[in-house]
């Protein structure tokens, strides 16, 4: 994993999977980078469960993260993350087969704790 900035934004993202009765699921993404470094090891009934879940994990990853900057002894001042929750429904409208937030290739079946 390569050096971290002290100014890193993270959002949470839900997706709609469209299978099954549970369909949502999220994902934590880092500002400017295509790929995941949390997804979620289980699915949602619910759009908002799985929001206010992603929520909750985003909060218990960067607290983990803030740890693991005060381990490592660094002189320099840190600063929070900037954060924001994304409802993926939001951008699609709503509609079958609008454009996803979700880059193409986004694959779910990877590990759930999969840290990048």
């Given amino acids: 994993m390569g050096e971290e ?8 993202r ?5 299978i099954g009765l549970n369909p949502y699921k ?3 993404y880092r500002a400017g980078w295509p790929r995941a470094v949390k997804r979620a090891a289980s699915v949602y009934r619910t759009a908002e469960k799985c929001r206010i879940a992603g929520a909750l994990a985003l ?3 960067l607290a983990n993260l803030t740890k693991r ?3 490592r002894n660094d002189s320099r001042p840190s600063q929070a993350p900037t954060v924001a929750i ?3 429904q939001g951008a699609k ?3 079958k087969g609008g454009l996803g937030l979700d880059p193409q290739g986004f694959d779910a079946s990877k590990g759930p704790t999969e840290v990048l």
Avoid: C, L, M, P
Wanted: proline letters at 0%.
């Fill in 5 to 12: 900035s002290d100014h890193q934004s993270y959002t949470v």
């Fill in 14 to 18: 839900v997706k709609d999977r469209r």
């Fill in 26 to 28: 999220w994902a934590i």
């Fill in 59 to 61: 909060r218990e990853f």
């Fill in 69 to 71: 900057k005060k381990n």
């Fill in 86 to 88: 994304i409802d993926n």
């Fill in 93 to 95: 409208g709503g509609k």
